[in-house]
Every structure is written in C-alpha cells, then in structure tokens.
C-alpha cells in the first residue's frame, strides 16, 4: 500500500505540474476578446469593439479542448507506466488534473493582458481596440481534465488491463459444467 500511495503521490504532482504547460498554451491559442476605450462625461468607459463577438466563448472553448487533450495524453501516460491501475492512481489521476487545471486557469491569467482595462485603455487611446483579461468564463472547464482522464484510463484499463483470475480455475477453453437446460450449476 506504500508503493501505490507514493505512485499516487508522484501523479498528483507530475500531472498538475503538467498544468503550467496547459496554461502557456490557454495564454497563446485563445483568441483576444477587444475591447475598445472611450471618454463620457470626463470618464473613461470600456465596452466590447464587437457586442456579438463569440472571442468570449472561444477562450472558453479553448481551455476546455486544450484541457480535454491534457486529460487523454495524462491518462495514457499513466497507463502505460502502471497497467494495473488501482484506486489511489485513480484518485491521484483526478486529483492531479484538477489541480493541473486550476494552476493552468491562473497562469493564463497571470499571462494574458492587465485586469485593469481602464489603464490599459488609457494607455492605448481613445477608441483602439486592445484585448481583454483573459477569463475563464464557464468554471466547468476546470473539469475537462480530470474527467477526460478518468474516462480515458478507465476505458484503457477495462480494454488492456490486466484480467482477473478465472473463478471457476479452470483451463482457458475448457468446457463449464452445465446443469439443465444448459445453465451452469449454482
């Protein structure tokens, strides 16, 4: 049971370290969401250049495929270092991405544009479209990773995992003992 707990423990950190690269990534494929400053009443005002613009949705939806794709590739890599899986790898799989995900929303964050757009506005001038925050808008995303790794190692283990012992012990093509009607006996 030490041996697994110290495996779990090497996942959890491994995958969520795994996490700055996913933010890096949030920070370079997402696209800007402009916004444009301007001056009423002697105050600057921040508002979106286009109002319908889906950039909003898209930083959104980037996170959650780039997340998506971590989850798989954390999976598979788990996987193919310990086949027979067992609960604390589980746990520390989903652990580790949840936290890989969370230290990925913030550095894309820490990354991406100031959070002061009224500064920034001011600093680029009167109606120049600058880019906003990055934000993660829909917190689910946060999600994607873990759960696309439990899925994934889950379907792998179920698929090539290996196979629990024949119950019966009997050799592999032997016939089982039928009772009527060609149910086995109980």
Same mark, same amino acid.
């Given at each position: 049971?030490?041996?697994?707990?110290?495996?779990?423990?090497?996942?959890?950190?491994?995958?969520?370290?795994?996490?700055?690269?996913?933010?890096?990534?949030?920070?370079?494929?997402?696209?800007?969401?402009?916004?444009?400053?301007?001056?009423?009443?002697?105050?600057?005002?921040?508002?979106?250049?286009?109002?319908?613009?889906?950039?909003?949705?898209?930083?959104?939806?980037?996170?959650?495929?780039?997340?998506?794709?971590?989850?798989?590739?954390?999976?598979?890599?788990?996987?193919?270092?310990?086949?027979?899986?067992?609960?604390? =790898? $589980? !746990?520390? @799989?989903?652990?580790?991405? %949840?936290? /890989?995900?969370?230290? *990925?929303?913030?550095? #894309?964050?820490?990354? &991406?544009?100031?959070?002061?757009?009224?500064?920034?506005?001011?600093?680029?001038?009167?109606?120049?479209?600058?880019?906003?925050?990055?934000?993660?808008?829909?917190?689910?995303?946060?999600?994607?990773?873990?759960?696309?790794? =439990? $899925? !994934?190692? @889950?379907?792998?283990?179920? %698929?090539? /995992?290996?196979?629990? *012992?024949?119950?019966? #012990?009997?050799?592999? &093509?032997?016939?089982?003992?039928?009772?009527?009607?060609?149910?086995?006996?109980?």
């Amino acid at each position: 049971m030490k041996t697994e707990l110290r495996e779990a423990a090497v996942v959890v950190v491994v995958v969520a370290l795994f996490g700055a690269l996913l933010g890096v990534l949030w920070w370079r494929l997402a696209p800007g969401v402009p916004l444009v400053g301007d001056v009423v009443d002697g105050s600057w005002v921040v508002y979106f250049k286009d109002s319908e613009g889906e950039q909003a949705i898209g930083v959104d939806g980037t996170f959650t495929l780039l997340a998506l794709a971590f989850g798989l590739v954390s999976a598979f890599a788990v996987f193919l270092w310990r086949r027979r899986g067992g609960v604390p =790898l $589980v !746990v520390a @799989l989903a652990v580790g991405g %949840l936290l /890989g995900a969370l230290l *990925a929303w913030r550095v #894309g964050v820490w990354l &991406g544009p100031t959070d002061d757009v009224i500064a920034h506005a001011k600093e680029v001038g009167k109606g120049v479209a600058f880019s906003a925050p990055a934000e993660l808008g829909a917190k689910g995303a946060l999600l994607a990773w873990p759960l696309a790794a =439990l $899925v !994934v190692h @889950l379907g792998l283990t179920a %698929l090539f /995992g290996p196979r629990d *012992a024949d119950p019966y #012990g009997e050799a592999q &093509g032997a016939q089982q003992p039928q009772g009527p009607y060609g149910v086995p006996p109980a």
